[in-house]
């Protein structure tokens, strides 16, 4: 069974870090205002949008334990982090979880 395990953990991490290889290797040759790279752009912050308002309405695990309200009430507090902090996206990932753990309790 551990080497099964360790198996398992040996080729996907050789999985992630060939792709990351090969994303480095080849980002030189990427433009970043082609119409392409901003349609993927915009496709990846609508699923995060997605993602995020599916955990905000329906959520899952611990997370459907809390009220709506007190999940809007720390989203809008990261969000506001967010700002305050120059756009910083560690801050308010912090905050949230700390707030959460504070109002729950």
């Not at 990427?30 to 905000?56: D, G, H, P, Q, V």
Request: aromatic share 12%.
């Amino acid at each position: 069974m551990t080497t099964k395990i360790i198996l398992v953990i040996l080729i996907t991490s050789l999985a992630t870090y060939i792709s990351r290889f090969f994303g480095v290797f080849t980002s030189e040759k990427i433009n970043e205002k082609s119409r392409i790279y901003r349609w993927f752009n915009c496709l990846a912050y609508s699923t995060l949008a997605a993602l995020i308002s599916r955990m905000l309405l329906f959520p899952s695990g611990d997370l459907s334990e809390t009220t709506l309200l007190l999940r809007v009430i720390i989203i809008l507090i990261s969000i506001s982090i967010f700002y305050l902090t120059k756009r910083n996206l560690v801050y308010p990932t912090i905050f949230s979880a700390i707030i959460m753990a504070a109002l729950i309790n």
